[in-house]
């Protein structure tokens, strides 16, 4: 199987199937000297982990990382670092019935079509659980990048129809007031919310929203938001390795994501140059921007403002009302699935945004070191 790599400089490659042994991936181009420990990846594999509450999936799984390779004495050495999670509740025979017919919503289908085979215990390589190892990667990335003062507040910007009503830039000016000038206190309140919004009163609300669901053996979709400060002017490519591209490619990736846009986004399209452009002065000596219309991005080349993005999760495929599909006999049939599903995907999918952006962001830093020759001078 193709496909299971990504980035060029911090690249990474995932393995392993929902119902087989274990998960894992391997890092290569991570650099020497970095500080990590199991502990500095498990808090956030403690964020994706299944059966944090009513609104994820009921499986068990203490998603415990083991390092294998490339880090003595606890830095890295430079070399691979290999990461395994073994996993511990697999219920194969919850999917026993799923071998002879195709599940509305999922990659079934196509894996048959393009494969003539499919692991069907939960999905094989197409489930949501792959994403542990790019969180286990993504993991390391954001330790690297945080030295870098590189930060990341990434949360539920909706749950179904409801909507956090604080826009992005709220939560930067409401960090910038604080006296450090970090999301601490922010990211604080989204992980002690069981929805990770950054807002109690919209999380009631979704909660509400998820209660009625659940009533109907129905799911629900949402969007992820993520803020990324620090990144400096001129990280990305002008052409086909463009930050915002990269981005895109990254989000994607990630299974159940059906749209994703930068700054305004689609609302751009219906705006004036006069009303999207973002007007320039100079403070403190240097070019800064009065508004942030491109998110932080400009000709696929950051532009020094924060990085603000959106990334859009469609509904769980699996729910336990009727639907109607098609065997692999070739007949008509319906069907009611069974086992252990999240009615929504947003909550856990969150830290799983956060670190395919941070994966992108590093890969292109670590690119950007021969864009010019002051850069080759200043480390050779």
């Not at 998110?295 to 469609?314: C, E, W």
Request: glycine content about 12%; hydrophobic content about 35%; some cysteine.
């Amino acid at each position: 199987m193709a496909g299971s790599t990504i980035g060029k400089h911090f690249q990474i490659t995932t393995w392993g199937e929902s119902h087989g042994k274990g998960i894992g991936v391997v890092i290569n181009g991570c650099p020497a000297g970095l500080p990590l420990d199991e502990a500095d990846i498990q808090k956030f594999l403690d964020r994706r982990k299944p059966g944090q509450s009513r609104y994820a999936t009921a499986r068990k799984e203490g998603d415990k990382a083991e390092i294998l390779s490339g880090v003595f004495k606890g830095r890295t050495t430079g070399t691979p670092v290999s990461l395994v999670i073994f996993n511990q509740d697999q219920r194969s025979r919850d999917y026993g019935d799923i071998a002879t017919y195709y599940r509305p919503g999922h990659a079934d289908y196509t894996f048959d079509e393009k494969y003539g085979f499919r692991d069907y215990r939960g999905g094989g390589r197409s489930s949501g659980r792959e994403t542990a190892g790019r969180v286990a990667a993504g993991a390391v990335a954001v330790k690297i990048l945080n030295q870098l003062g590189i930060s990341f507040l990434t949360y539920s910007r909706a749950i179904g129809p409801v909507s956090v009503p604080l826009a992005a830039e709220d939560l930067i000016t409401a960090a910038s007031q604080h006296t450090n000038g970090s999301f601490a206190d922010i990211r604080k309140r989204i992980l002690s919310d069981p929805l990770y919004m950054p807002d109690s009163i919209s999380s009631q609300k979704a909660q509400e929203y998820l209660e009625d669901c659940l009533r109907q053996q129905d799911s629900a979709g949402g969007i992820v938001e993520g803020i990324i400060t620090g990144v400096p002017a001129g990280i990305g490519e002008p052409v086909f390795d463009k930050l915002d591209a990269n981005l895109a490619k990254a989000m994607f990736s990630i299974g159940a994501v059906k749209g994703f846009e930068i700054g305004d986004g689609f609302a751009a399209a219906s705006a004036k140059g006069s009303q999207n452009n973002d007007a320039m002065r100079m403070e403190h000596g240097k070019a800064s921007f009065t508004t942030n219309h491109a998110g932080g991005i400009l000709g696929g080349i950051s532009n020094g403002a924060p990085i603000i993005f959106r990334t859009a999760f469609k509904p769980t495929p699996s729910i336990a009302s009727t639907q109607q599909t098609v065997n692999n006999a070739q007949e008509d049939i319906t069907i009611a699935i069974h086992g252990r599903h999240d009615p929504i995907i947003v909550p856990r999918a969150v830290v799983v945004v956060e670190c395919m952006a941070a994966l992108t962001v590093l890969d292109l830093i670590l690119e950007n070191t021969g864009a010019k020759m002051e850069n080759l001078e200043t480390l050779y």
